[in-house]
């Protein structure tokens, strides 16, 4: 028990929401009196009580969260991951104590710091530099501990230029990078991040996963919420999915990953399209298949997998072509395929019917991540003639491979190919 530093215990979250009762045609004036009279007094009744004021003509309860259990020990990395609505957001504002949970019992043991949503924490008419200073004191810092750490948070955020302005005038991404900053150099114990990184850039994201796997081989503890399986898989030790406020697997940050994709979560491994007749050509089908055959959209990263793609022809134009992109969670465009080898096979026109083209994505050649299928109909004179943008989702899990073993897998880089390798002594 001395190492655990969270703890919850049956944690559940009910919200009371109004609905507003549609009313068509006509509306005696003493109907619209009375229902006012009716609302002037609820509120005036939950105002004398400390109720929160609903508007509505009827009201529901609408459980976030219910049920939850779980425990965390010091120093790991848990990703939380789950659909919109599933209560990741609401079970982090109750581990920062930003809200109280309607029932159940939450034990932390350390100091909090969260990065909830943009500008977090701080106060729009203060400036940068005060800011960092107010963020501090909150977390329990001296203001002598926080002047030693003041000149690597501005390093790390990269508002030096800004650090006198208000935080009013602040892009969405200057307010990230200053409030990630403090909450991770000021250390704290625990660390709790919501999806909010995917508002900086590229750059800036990386910059932040580095710090975060630094604040984890330090000891601290960090909780982390998104919807980029990559960065789960390549942050996290551990994993906890979250579906309608109940907790549906804990385990491995891989497990986890796998269970969400593998219950169709995060993505299918097939879609069906339907056929309009105002198109010359157009892809109705598109799936990820094993070497087996069978749909999937999750494989391990040393199974070769087919991606298939259907589509009608009434009529083909001219120097067309079928193309297979994939692309990572950022949009980097990975892979690119078409199923014309030469400009003769291009020119070749192709007859009216329904076609089905299958391509092989060789074993080995992508790390642990989620990536997207896109295909498209091309033709260099005319352009696209359709396309189904991030049609597939498909996830790379850690195959148990000599490679893993060796900790290759958890390389930034995006693609592991096995090449062929030829050392020579020398002397």
């Not at 087919?306 to 990975?334: A, C, M």
Request: glycine share 10%; net charge neutral.
């Amino acid at each position: 028990m001395s190492d655990i530093v969270i703890k919850a215990e049956n944690i559940g979250k009910k919200y009371t929401i109004g609905h507003q009762i549609a009313r068509g045609g006509y509306t005696a004036l003493r109907d619209v009196l009375m229902q006012n009279a009716r609302t002037l007094w609820n509120k005036t009744k939950d105002l004398a009580t400390g109720k929160p004021i609903i508007k509505g003509d009827t009201m529901e309860e609408v459980w976030a969260l219910r049920d939850v259990n779980f425990e965390i020990q010091r120093g790991e990395v848990v990703g939380i991951i789950g659909r919109n609505g599933a209560g990741k957001s609401t079970l982090l504002k109750i581990l920062s104590r930003i809200t109280e949970p309607s029932s159940g019992r939450l034990i932390i043991k350390g100091r909090v710091a969260s990065l909830l949503e943009v500008g977090t924490g701080f106060h729009p008419e203060l400036t940068g530099r005060e800011n960092i200073y107010l963020n501090g004191t909150i977390l329990g810092m001296t203001r002598a501990e926080i002047t030693s750490k003041f000149d690597e948070i501005v390093d790390f955020a990269e508002v030096e230029q800004f650090l006198d302005t208000p935080v009013k005038r602040y892009s969405s991404g200057m307010s990230v990078r200053l409030a990630f900053a403090v909450a991770a150099h000021l250390e704290p114990e625990i660390l709790v991040i919501d999806e909010v990184l995917a508002v900086g850039d590229a750059q800036f994201q990386k910059k932040c996963f580095g710090k975060m796997g630094d604040i984890a081989q330090g000891g601290r503890t960090i909780l982390f919420v998104s919807h980029n399986m990559g960065a789960v898989l390549q942050l996290c030790t551990r994993g906890i999915q979250l579906s309608q406020g109940i907790i549906v697997f804990t385990g491995t940050a891989e497990g986890a990953v796998s269970h969400y994709i593998g219950k169709g979560e995060a993505g299918k491994s097939s879609l069906i399209y339907e056929l309009r007749p105002d198109k010359a050509v157009q892809i109705t089908g598109i799936s990820v298949l094993s070497t087996d055959g069978v749909p999937v959209n999750c494989l391990p990263h040393n199974q070769p997998f087919f991606v298939k793609i259907e589509y009608t022809v009434r009529h083909w134009p001219l120097n067309s072509y079928v193309t297979f992109d994939l692309f990572d969670q950022l949009g980097t465009q990975l892979l690119w395929s078409c199923d014309v080898k030469s400009a003769d096979e291009m020119a070749v026109r192709r007859q009216p019917g329904v076609y089905q083209a299958s391509v092989r994505v060789p074993e080995g050649i992508l790390n642990p991540g989620v990536y997207n299928i896109h295909s498209a109909v091309y033709s260099p004179s005319e352009g696209v003639h359709d396309v189904v943008p991030e049609a597939i989702s498909l996830e790379i899990s850690d195959g148990g491979t000599l490679l893993s073993k060796l900790g290759i897998l958890r390389s930034p880089a995006q693609t592991a190919v096995s090449l062929n390798w030829n050392t020579q002594k020398q002397s």
